[in-house]
């Protein structure tokens, strides 16, 4: 606003407070604009930790199971394959400690505070996720991935539901938004 001596600025979708990459922004007339982009595709790289699961589905939050003994066990494929299982249309519980607003008041704010945040799966589309690698070490097993998506879809509840799917919980630890379509 201040640089561009502008009053109006706004922006198209939120990102994740760890998150990089693509924001939209509108300055001026053109935030009148923005709602007509914020439901179109985007994509993402990520990268999702298996090993533990934390409160908030990504490494900011305080780590709530880990099952690190069934790492050794676990081969590539099968983690390839319960990805794969998340491709297509699907229903997805966001993040407890997402923006969606409940009841007037932001999910994450009602976590914080200490509520009992259950959000109901909604419908998404997984258009594509791809493994770009598996690398492992004594305490964890790392995915990069990249995906793209229908807008609502929340890439810290793939990581969480792969975790949950594998037995051995996941959380994400990267994220970068590279692509807001059209």
Same mark, same amino acid.
């Given at each position: 606003?201040?640089?561009?001596?502008?009053?109006?600025?706004?922006?198209?979708?939120?990102?994740?407070?760890?998150?990089?990459?693509?924001?939209?922004?509108?300055?001026?007339?053109?935030?009148?604009?923005?709602?007509?982009?914020?439901?179109?595709?985007?994509?993402?790289? %990520?990268?999702?930790?298996?090993?533990? %699961?934390?409160?908030?589905?990504?490494?900011?939050?305080?780590?709530?199971?880990?099952?690190?003994?069934?790492?050794?066990?676990?081969?590539?494929?099968?983690?390839?394959?319960?990805?794969?299982?998340?491709?297509?249309?699907?229903?997805?519980?966001?993040?407890?400690?997402?923006?969606?607003?409940?009841?007037?008041?932001?999910?994450?704010?009602?976590?914080?505070?200490?509520?009992?945040?259950?959000?109901?799966?909604?419908?998404?589309?997984?258009?594509?996720?791809?493994?770009?690698?598996?690398?492992?070490?004594?305490? %964890?097993?790392?995915?990069?991935?990249?995906?793209?998506?229908?807008?609502?879809?929340?890439?810290?509840?793939?990581?969480?539901?792969?975790?949950?799917?594998? %037995?051995?919980?996941?959380?994400?630890?990267?994220?970068?938004?590279?692509?807001?379509?059209?």
């Amino acid at each position: 606003r201040k640089a561009l001596g502008e009053r109006r600025v706004g922006h198209a979708g939120t990102l994740d407070p760890f998150a990089t990459g693509v924001l939209v922004l509108g300055v001026g007339n053109g935030t009148r604009l923005l709602q007509y982009i914020t439901d179109g595709t985007k994509s993402y790289q %990520a990268i999702i930790r298996l090993g533990s %699961a934390t409160a908030t589905d990504d490494f900011t939050g305080e780590v709530i199971s880990q099952n690190l003994a069934a790492l050794k066990d676990l081969a590539d494929q099968a983690i390839v394959e319960k990805l794969r299982e998340q491709v297509g249309e699907i229903y997805q519980r966001p993040s407890t400690y997402s923006a969606i607003k409940v009841d007037g008041k932001r999910a994450y704010e009602r976590a914080r505070a200490g509520e009992d945040v259950q959000l109901r799966e909604r419908r998404v589309s997984v258009y594509s996720l791809t493994v770009v690698a598996i690398e492992r070490s004594e305490s %964890a097993i790392d995915v990069s991935i990249e995906v793209t998506c229908s807008a609502g879809t929340y890439i810290r509840s793939i990581a969480r539901d792969l975790g949950e799917a594998l %037995a051995v919980g996941g959380h994400l630890i990267q994220l970068r938004r590279v692509t807001v379509a059209p």
